[in-house]
């Protein structure tokens, strides 16, 4: 077979990293908006746009790998049926007013997970290992909203079929707001990854085994993360938005040989104009 033309590899690389810059954007906004809402404002539209820019940092825990950093554009619509965030896409349900105070909220979700993947020149210890692809995932979500706690479950499949796993997040959270432009919301969450996606991303297959790196299969296994998100609306329309949280990693990610983490840490900051 012969190789493709040089023109097209740098195609290729642009349309990848624009997928990337996309989908950044998106776990940006879906991280921090749904505590970033307004009280409710008759005089509100009901279809929504916003623009702005984001910085996303993670540190994965593959042993050493460099801190992923990212600075981003962002774009955001909603209206009453669906909110969609680059490639990451909600389609609302009908909610059940369960009292004054309790409500439920169901969605169906879509999405294009980042920072999740890797290449083999990551990082040393990856060298000779496979792509990691990050993927899409969709699944459903629904949220118990109550005066005390919110309480957010939700379930998502990797639809891309490059590790054909599963993922389901129960979490809680509460939001403190402080005057009328700021506002605390801590979390915290427990995620249950299945055998197929940590063994996709954090297992060893005897092709790629190598000294000091040998075969590894995963299993299934719960993270708990702890975050916090701090929100500062200027005035109607400027907000800026920082979530930081911290993850522990389950004995089934630590145990793997490209690891040398029990946690990773994930910051994100963005600045939105809301029209």
């Not at 496979?130 to 379930?155: M, Y």
């Not at 000091?212 to 702890?226: H, I, K, L, T, V």
Request: charged share 20%.
């Amino acid at each position: 077979m012969h190789a493709p033309p040089a023109f097209a590899v740098r195609l290729q690389v642009r349309i990848v990293n624009l997928a990337r810059a996309s989908a950044l954007a998106a776990t940006l906004i879906c991280s921090l908006a749904v505590s970033a809402q307004q009280p409710p404002d008759p005089s509100r539209p009901s279809t929504t746009w916003g623009l702005g820019v984001g910085l996303g940092s993670k540190q994965k825990p593959y042993t050493g790998i460099d801190r992923d950093n990212e600075v981003l554009p962002l774009i955001e619509f909603e209206n009453e049926y669906v909110h969609l965030l680059g490639p990451a896409l909600d389609v609302k349900l009908p909610s059940l007013a369960i009292s004054e105070t309790q409500s439920l909220d169901f969605r169906i979700v879509a999405r294009y997970a980042i920072f999740g993947g890797y290449e083999a020149d990551d990082a040393p210890i990856l060298a000779g290992m496979g792509e990691r692809k990050d993927g899409f995932w969709a699944g459903a979500r629904v949220k118990w909203k109550t005066s005390l706690v919110n309480v957010d479950a939700a379930w998502m499949h990797d639809v891309s079929g490059y590790s054909k796993g599963q993922r389901f997040g129960l979490g809680f959270d509460r939001n403190w707001r402080f005057g009328r432009h700021f506002m605390l919301s801590p979390r915290v969450v427990a995620l249950w990854q299945d055998r197929k996606y940590n063994d996709y991303y954090f297992g060893v297959s005897p092709s790629e085994a190598r000294p000091g790196r040998p075969a590894y299969q995963a299993d299934s296994g719960f993270n708990a993360e702890a975050g916090l998100r701090s929100i500062y609306l200027i005035d109607r329309h400027n907000s800026l938005f920082l979530d930081v949280s911290v993850t522990s990693l389950s004995s089934e990610v630590k145990d793997s040989p490209l690891v040398d983490r029990s946690t990773e840490n994930r910051v994100l900051f963005a600045y939105v104009y809301r029209f």
